[in-house]
Structures are given as C-alpha cells and as structure tokens.
C-alpha cells in the first residue's frame, strides 16, 4: 500500500474536538442513566444486605439477580421490532422503548428503598429483579440508539462519552448511595433501614436526568423495516436474521469473537460481588468508602474512559482491549494485597483508584469493539447478544463468589478473579492475529 492510500492518524487534537459534539453529549447523560440501576441490584445492595446482617453466601447467590442482563438478547427484537402504542408515534422507535424502561427503573428502585430486607427479603430480590429487567431494556434500545447515531469511526469517542456517563451514575449509585444512606443516618449504629430508604429514593429520582434527555434528543433516522407478511416470515426477519447474519460477515472467526466477547469481563465482574461486602468486614464505614470513591473514583474513571477512548482511536481498539485486559487483572491483586495489608484509607485510596482506571479504559475499548462488529440494520438485536453473551458466564460464575469467600478468605479470592483474567489475554492476542492477516493478504 502506498503512502497515499494509507489513511492518516487523526491528531491528538481532532481525537479530543469528537467529545465536544453534540451526539457525544448526549451520550454522557444517557450513559449516567444506563449506569445508574446496575450497583443498586448488585454491588451497592451486597453492601447493604451484609450490613443488615445477611450471609456472604446468599449475596453471592442473589448477585444472579444480575443475569437478567445476560438473556436481554430474549427480548432485544420485540425492542428492536415492536412499537408502543402511542410512545413510538411521538418520540421514534428508540426513544419511546428508553423512556418506558427510564420510567420501569425508578418505580422499581421506589419498590426496594420501601422494603426492609431484614423482614422481606423475598420482596427485595422481586424489586430488583423488576430494577434488572427495566435496566437491560433501556440498554438494549440505548445501544442501538448510540450505533444509529454516528458513523463507525466516532463510535470509540461515543463509546467513551457513554462510558464515563455509565461509570459516573456508577460512582453516585456506590459511593453517592453510601454517603446519603450515612447523612441520613446520622450518629445511629448499625443497620438503619429508613436511611437506606432515603438513598434509594434519590436514586429513583435521579433517573430523571435520562428521561430528559430522551425528550430534548433527536431520533436517529428510522432504518426501513421489511414488512412481514406472514409470523414465520416475521420471526425470522427479527430473530433469526440477525444471528445468521453475525455468522456469514465473521464465518470461523465469529466462535472466536464470542468466546472473547463471553469471558473479557470476568475478572471484574465476579470481582465487584464481594468488593462491598469485603470493605464492610474490612471495618471501613460508608463514610470512607464513599469519600474515596466519589473524590478518586470520579477522577481516576474520567481520566480511564478519555484515555480508552483516545487510545483506540488513534492506535486501534484491539490493542486498548489488550491494555484494559493488562490492567483489569492487575488491578484484583491489589485488593487482593489490600486483604493482607488491613484497613487503611490511603491503601483503600490506592487501590480504588486502579481499579477505577483500569476499568475506564478497558470498557471504553470494550464498547468501541463490540459496536465495530454490529450491523446497523441489526443494532439492538445484535448488540444485545454481544453485551448479555460479555456477562452471563462472568453473572454465573460470580454467584458462587461468596462460598469461595467464605472457604478460601478474600485474599485467595481476588487472586483467582485475576488469574481468570489470563485466557483473556490468549483470546484478544488470537482476535489481533486474524484481524491482521487479512489486510495482510490484502
């Protein structure tokens, strides 16, 4: 290839300018209401169900809550597919299905800041079974929203926009809940059902930023939808078709890519089970947790989603994901070190802020990546198996997290999460190896 038909880098200033549009700014605030729901059914309800007293072993057991995201792609063409009455004639496609589920998720969250677990715990578990479902809908029509919105190449940028949205409602849905639980408590010891009440509520109204932004933003152009004449010819246009098309575009290379796809995030997801409960055996307060998370864990996460984000555009998403995948593991050993060490704020510092950082730039890679492989005519459909396929074996998996804590100590355990990390490594080395030998043959 000539040095004229080689397409030149964009410079650090044009890969910055991307986060400035419009399409990019509405991604950071649809992004905080994608990340808003997913600690409050997982890391932040481990923290408040083992304060309330609650064994390791059943929030292990609970966290499958979370598996609700994994069977999305169920659902994912009634949501690419199917209009609301109504909704769909005043706002689009997209937006009518993400302002329903915005609507579904903070009745939900209401539903669990009512309930005590201590007295019904039963109840709690149906809340956020109900919070899980209404969230993996909203991600199914925001992620197609976010492909329909800008061409390939600015998805990395989307990507990081949305990311840092996602992992900044992460921080106000851990930290912040932690914080409004510990105001509200005041000077009371112990578990205090009426504060966790108060923070859950707040939650539940801060999904109101998403649903504005639903409103103020503008549809993407409605791709045109075959008209099915017949159920059979219907199922397979919505259900059949875009799994059969993923298959012909990747062919051998598609077992691959989902293999990848199946175990990139597992060290940080069966890892984030017990992080909670680990710092409420550890003796740190919500104050601490919550002064360290929201001061470092803003920073470092902002700085891990830009850096992610630029990074790829500029050397490539594979070899961000490689980075990110580097990272991740590295960072659960120092929990893991964090167990040995004991309590120590500015370890805690320390720690959160790598975790933090590393989780920025491997999601923002992450993302970019599993928007490249989409076809845009199946964007939700398609994205949804990626992204429930990227958590139901890490979900399953993290179930059994704390038998494991409970037999082998926290020390042990964040060990193995970072031992998960290494086919991860084999699987994005092998992804780079077939992406380049056709522009090698090329």
């Not at 706002?91 to 007295?119: E, F, H, K, N, T």
């Not at 707040?202 to 504005?212: D, P, R, Y």
């Not at 802020?353 to 076809?375: K, Q, R």
């Amino acid at each position: 290839m000539t040095s004229e038909n080689k397409p030149d880098k964009p410079s650090w200033r044009e890969s910055l300018k991307v986060y400035l549009q419009p399409a990019s700014l509405r991604m950071l605030a649809l992004g905080f209401s994608a990340g808003l729901p997913l600690l409050l059914v997982l890391g932040t309800l481990s923290f408040r169900l083992r304060e309330a007293g609650i064994d390791r072993s059943t929030i292990g057991h609970l966290s499958w809550v979370g598996l609700a995201y994994g069977f999305k792609w169920a659902w994912a063409p009634l949501v690419d597919r199917v209009p609301l009455p109504g909704l769909t004639r005043w706002l689009g496609r997209r937006r009518s299905w993400l302002l329903l589920a915005q609507c579904g998720v903070a009745v939900g969250l209401v539903g669990m800041a009512l309930v005590d677990p201590r007295i019904s715990l039963t109840a709690v578990v149906w809340c956020a079974l109900a919070v899980a479902f209404a969230s993996a809908t909203q991600d199914i029509a925001l992620d197609a929203y976010r492909i329909e919105s800008a061409p390939t190449e600015q998805q990395p940028a989307l990507a990081a926009t949305y990311q840092t949205g996602y992992r900044l409602a992460m921080i106000w849905s851990g930290a912040g809940v932690l914080w409004l639980a510990a105001r509200a408590q005041g000077a009371t010891e112990g578990y205090d059902n009426a504060a966790w009440q108060v923070a859950y509520v707040v939650m539940a109204v801060s999904m109101v930023a998403g649903m504005l932004t639903v409103l103020l933003s503008p549809e993407p152009v409605p791709l045109p939808l075959p008209r099915a004449r017949s159920a059979e010819e219907w199922i397979r246009s919505a259900l059949i078709e875009p799994f059969a098309d993923f298959f012909r575009r990747y062919k051998w290379q598609a077992l691959l890519i989902l293999a990848l796809i199946a175990v990139y995030r597992i060290s940080d997801v069966v890892m984030g089970i017990m992080a909670n409960p680990f710092y409420v055996d550890m003796g740190y307060t919500k104050d601490e947790v919550a002064a360290v998370t929201k001061i470092y864990g803003v920073i470092m996460t902002l700085v891990g989603a830009f850096v992610g984000g630029s990074l790829s555009l500029r050397f490539g998403v594979m070899r961000i994901l490689m980075l990110g995948a580097i990272l991740s593991a590295c960072s659960n050993l120092l929990f893991a070190w964090l167990a040995g060490y004991g309590h120590s704020v500015p370890a805690l510092i320390v720690v959160i802020s790598m975790d933090n950082l590393s989780s920025g730039i491997a999601s923002a890679a992450f993302v970019g990546y599993l928007s490249s492989l989409t076809n845009i005519s199946y964007s939700a459909t398609q994205y949804a198996l990626f992204s429930s396929l990227m958590l139901m074996l890490p979900k399953f998996v993290a179930g059994f997290s704390g038998d494991y804590v409970n037999a082998f100590g926290y020390g042990t355990f964040f060990t193995s999460t970072a031992l998960l990390g290494l086919p991860v490594l084999v699987l994005v080395a092998l992804a780079m190896r077939t992406q380049r030998a056709p522009r090698a043959a090329a």
